[in-house]
């Protein structure tokens, strides 16, 4: 409506200032009033144009307000994604612990099973040992039972040599030999020696420092006397073994 009306003015404005001039020169009086109505229709040209302007800021301003509903939908989509990848993010993060939860109660009652199994390989061995030592002692029992008598005497001296005396092995086979001394049979102090379970170089050694304390010996003696055969009859390693021990 602004338009029309500015349009409206401005062709009254100029048609009534050309008869105004016109007027003017022809000095017919109708110059002044054509002058003040082309002036009013200036005026009307100018509300119309102004009209006009604000008309346009009107409608550029509808836009404007079409804007921001898109903005505050795109606000919306961009809350909405954010809150999606949030829960996104917790489900995941969520489905990640729950995974290493599992994957500690899976190595757990591996372990604990591992463990079971050790426990069990353990109890398992032990029972075979005990059963081995049981087997061994009744077969001992059986063996002392088939032994001779004798056989089971001249060990049980051989032991009270070794023992109380601190003789070595070969000693001991010539005291259970002799007739001067047990006169056992052969077949039995054999046996004696055979089965007797001793440690003979610390028999060497104290029969060593026996000579030593008593006699006053040299090492070189020492030595001579407990591998003669008419002395102790420990073995050279043995009689070494004493002669490097001896303090």
């Known amino acids: 409506m602004g338009m029309f009306f500015g ?24 110059a002044k009033r054509n002058f003040i109505i082309s002036g009013v ?11 006009t302007g604000t008309t346009a800021e009107n409608t550029n301003k509808e836009p404007v307000a079409v804007s921001g509903e898109e903005s505050n939908a795109e606000n919306e989509t961009k809350k909405a994604d954010v809150a999606l990848a949030a829960d996104k993010a917790d489900a995941e993060a969520k489905a990640k612990t729950e995974a290493e939860n599992k994957a500690k109660a899976d190595a757990d009652a591996k372990a604990a099973e591992e463990l079971k199994k050790q426990e069990e390989e353990a109890k398992a061995e032990e029972a075979k040992k005990k059963a081995e030592e049981e087997k061994k002692k009744e077969e001992a029992k059986a063996s002392e039972k ?8 001249a060990l049980k001296k051989a032991e009270s040599y070794a023992k109380s005396m601190n003789m070595s092995k070969a000693g001991i086979y010539d005291q259970l030999t002799s007739e001067y001394g047990e006169n056992f ?20 050694l104290k029969k060593a420092k026996s000579y030593a304390d008593s006699m006053s010996m040299s090492n070189s003696a020492i030595y001579d006397q ?9 073995t050279k390693e043995e009689a070494q073994y004493a002669i490097d021990h001896l303090e």
């Open 185 to 204: 049979p052969k077949e039995a102090a054999q046996y004696a020696i055979d089965n007797i379970d001793f440690d003979w170089n610390e028999n060497a």
């Open 41 to 51: 229709l200036f005026i009307v040209f100018i509300v119309g144009i102004v009209n």
């Open 226 to 234: 407990l591998i003669s055969e008419y002395g102790e009859k420990f």
């Open 7 to 30: 349009i409206v003015g401005f062709i009254g404005f100029i048609v009534l200032g050309i008869m105004g001039i016109i007027a003017f020169f022809k000095k017919n009086g109708k």
């Open 146 to 153: 088939s032994v001779p008598r004798e056989y089971t005497s």
